[in-house]
């Protein structure tokens, strides 16, 4: 299968950003045909390979005062054209976090394509994608993926169908090997520096 992923930062440490990672390499490793378009990869090559997966970084709309308004994930500054360009090969897009939600909804229904969403919402919080102008996003969606049951009912009371919406778990984000120095060494954290809770495992402290 050929998967497009929409993330505004890919890679292997944070919370969605280690989600995607995880579930764009291991779907490569399957063998499958993953690519990544996202905002920022940290890395200086706009279009690169790591780990069996295409990453290709696209800045956002609006030059400068662009890529700080993106930063903010409070608007969608994707450029259309460009997500358009690099989804027409593929056979499914998976948006993970809500980041550019907008554009690759609209690129998914341009191009005839099923969507997954994966939108992590964070009901009661600022930005939490709990409004109503996001239901009417999700409802959008050919499937969204759950962590947990209770997401999935509660996606289920908000009118999103629940033939639609599955629980996959919180297994993507696991990691090999409880060995919290190694982990450090591998992501080249410092000894003496602190991990937040985002990081994809406790241990790393």
């Known amino acids: 299968m050929k998967v497009l992923f929409t993330k505004r930062n890919y890679a292997p440490l944070g919370g969605s950003e280690s989600l995607a990672y995880q579930w764009a390499t291991r779907l490569a490793a399957r063998g499958h045909d993953v690519r990544v378009v996202c905002g920022q990869a940290f890395d200086d090559r706009p279009r690169f390979e790591d780990r069996g997966v295409d990453v290709i970084q ?13 930063a903010s994930t409070l608007v969608d500054l994707m450029r259309g054209e460009e997500l358009e360009r690099y989804a027409e090969d ?13 554009s ?16 992590l919402a964070h009901p009661g919080q600022f930005h939490g994608g709990d409004t109503p102008s996001d239901f009417l996003r999700y409802q959008r969606a050919t ?3 759950t ?5 999935r009912a509660w996606f289920g009371e908000q009118g999103v169908d629940p033939y639609r ?3 996959t778990g919180m297994g993507a984000n696991a990691v090999r090997s409880h ?5 450090r060494a591998r992501h080249r954290i410092p000894a003496g520096a602190s991990c937040s809770s985002a990081c994809p495992v406790s241990t790393a402290r």
């Open 165 to 167: 919406v599955i629980t």
């Open 143 to 145: 499937v969204i993926t």
């Open 58 to 70: 696209v800045k956002p709309r609006g030059g400068f005062l662009g890529h700080v308004a993106d």
């Open 104 to 119: 690759s909804l609209g690129v998914a229904e341009e191009l005839d394509l099923p969507i997954v969403l994966t939108p």
């Open 90 to 102: 593929r056979d499914l897009i998976h948006n993970v976090g809500r980041e550019y939600l907008d």
């Open 179 to 183: 060995d919290g120095a190694q982990f």
């Open 147 to 151: 962590m947990t049951d209770w997401e």
